[in-house]
């Protein structure tokens, strides 16, 4: 199986900063990578895929970067909802696999 | 609008057996394949299976096969999937989600918890 290992766990910003993100695949993926939003309580959100592509509505505050097994995603000019779990997940193989998050709190 | 609606969770003992219903609106069912990905409380995201957009493949995480199985009903625009020999591990909401091309999820569902409990 694809192991997909984000980092940080955790991270601590305030409104108005930049913040990035890093998911990195146990072997390649292409750009087979998507990226999740979900605060407590409710269903995850598509964001990216293909590493770097927006879901339509997503706003250009959110981007994506990446190829082969390195990838990024990040936030620029955090707003209070943008403070929620974030997830990577491949999806070049079968079991499809996600990372185990990051939490982005408000510093 | 996309609409995905899960329902069938409740509490059922260790040993048991259970069917949950993905209902779909807003878009051709039959032509998408479908995934159930499952959240323990407290806990990531897991995928837990997938049939495909043209009817023919199924797929399963390796701790729920032999266990779950999972079936569509085209006409009906609605998404299944059976559990059975329930275990304390597979309690959490279960989320339908939809595959826009090969396994990426660009629609989810509310989710609907399943707790597995004596």
């Known amino acids: 199986d694809i192991q997909m290992t984000q980092s940080p766990s955790s991270l601590s910003a305030s409104v108005g900063d930049r913040v990035t993100i890093t998911c990195r695949a146990s072997q390649g993926v292409v750009n087979y990578v998507a990226w999740f939003k979900q605060k407590p309580g409710k269903a995850p959100e598509s964001l990216i895929h293909?590493?770097?592509k927006l879901q339509a509505g997503v706003p250009p505050k959110f981007s994506g970067s990446g190829s082969g097994t390195d990838f990024t995603l990040t936030i620029s000019s955090l707003q209070p909802e943008d403070f929620a779990t974030y997830y990577c997940q491949q999806y070049a193989k079968y079991p499809l696999t996600f990372g185990q998050g990051t939490q982005l709190e408000i510093k | 609008e996309v609409k995905l609606l899960e329902s069938g969770g409740t509490l059922v003992r260790p040993g048991g057996s259970l069917r949950l219903s993905c209902a779909a609106s807003?878009?051709?069912?039959?032509?998408?394949?479908m995934n159930w990905v499952r959240q323990a409380p407290g806990k990531g995201l897991e995928w837990v299976s997938a049939f495909s957009g043209d009817g023919l493949t199924t797929y399963f995480t390796d701790s729920v096969k032999g266990r779950f199985s999972i079936s569509r009903d085209d006409s009906n625009h609605t998404l299944y999937l059976h559990m059975n020999t329930l275990r304390a591990e597979d309690t959490a909401v279960y989320y339908c989600?939809?595959?826009?091309?090969?396994?990426?999820?660009?629609?989810w569902g509310r989710g609907t918890l399943v707790i597995v409990s004596s």
């Open positions: 989600a939809r595959d826009l091309w090969g396994g990426y999820f660009d629609s």
């Open positions: 807003g878009f051709n069912f039959q032509i998408y394949g």
């Open positions: 293909s590493a770097s």
